[in-house]
């Protein structure tokens, strides 16, 4: 059985995801620190000294994570699976296992990006994720899409650091800053073919409430058209652009001559952000209940 506290110790503190995870904070202003130690995430979120009480906290929230009852290990599987699937992918998208050269990623300079529409069915995939996710860690139905959007005016810590690589990554990187709009076109007018072709949104609607793949892809429209707002704001507020991102990610990710679009794919390939913050998402909102009820 998976622990709470093993599972958020077992994150890395400064390996790619993490220098990535810095970067995008830099480039978008979002202040986030890397917490992998439970009771440093308890210290942090109630802001108490009292050893008994914070032991108190602690024991109720690995209770928490531990009862099969509770949906937290559900969202960390969630979140997980979507960095899983990009490696999957990602991986059978090399030209060669082998590069000619080295790189700081080995053979990242063999990417080959995926083609527009595969690209945003998995843009789009993801940020269902996130709504399953969210759905989850509060109890909610799979489609409160409603609610899923009203949060992201609240977002904080690891919450907003994810969605905003997802905004700066996912969307500005492969197809610029008005990616939101050509995401929800391509990924609406997808055929079940296309989207049987996502082994990502595959394994995501599974998690999605709907009978068919065509309601849930609705429902994934809907995700996307409800955090318009957001989006633009992110962008324009912070002055994102593909050179911002692709300026500092180059120096992480050795691509050679690469684009934009393999850059992306590198991303996808040698990162798990996804995982990363969602874990330490799942954390603070376990220890805010335990908090709350001890």
């Given amino acids: 059985m998976e622990h709470l506290h093993e599972t958020l110790s077992a994150l890395p503190e400064g390996n790619l995801t993490v220098r990535m995870l810095k970067l995008v904070g830099q480039i978008a202003d979002e202040d986030w ?32 994570f531990a009862d ?6 559900r969202a960390i599987r969630i979140f997980r699976l979507v960095d899983d699937m990009d490696k999957l992918v990602g991986t059978a998208s090399f030209l060669d296992q082998v590069a000619k050269r080295v790189s700081f990623l080995g053979f990242m300079d063999r990417l080959i990006p995926k083609p527009e529409t595969m690209q945003a069915i ?15 860690i509060n ?11 009203a949060s992201l005016a609240d ?5 907003r650091l994810r969605l905003t690589t997802w905004v700066v990554a996912e969307g500005v990187l492969p197809f610029g800053p008005d990616f939101l709009q050509l995401v929800i076109d391509r990924f609406g007018a997808a055929s079940a073919g296309e989207l049987q072709n996502s082994a990502l949104f595959g394994k995501i ?14 429902l ?25 991102i692709g300026s500092g990610l180059q120096q992480l990710l050795d691509v050679g001559e690469g684009g934009f679009d393999v850059l992306a794919a590198a991303v996808d390939v040698g990162t798990n952000y996804v995982e990363h913050t969602g874990t330490q998402t799942v954390a603070r909102q376990i220890v805010k209940r335990a908090y709350g009820e001890v």
């Fill in 33 to 64: 620190t890397n917490v992998t130690d439970l009771a440093v995430m308890i210290r942090t979120v109630t802001g108490e000294d009292d050893e008994s009480y914070l032991q108190e906290i602690g024991e109720r929230a690995v209770a928490l």
């Fill in 155 to 159: 977002a904080a810590h690891e919450d």
């Fill in 68 to 73: 099969p009852e509770e949906r937290y290990q």
């Fill in 205 to 218: 609607s599974e998690w999605l409430p709907g009978g068919s793949t065509s309601e849930r892809q609705s």
């Fill in 139 to 149: 109890g909610l139905p799979g489609d409160s899409v409603g609610d899923f959007a």
């Fill in 122 to 136: 998995d843009t789009a995939a993801k940020l269902a994720a996130e709504l399953a996710g969210f759905a989850a």
């Fill in 220 to 244: 994934v429209v809907r995700t996307l058209d409800s955090v318009g707002d957001w989006v633009t704001e992110v962008v324009r507020s912070r002055g994102i652009t593909q050179q911002s």
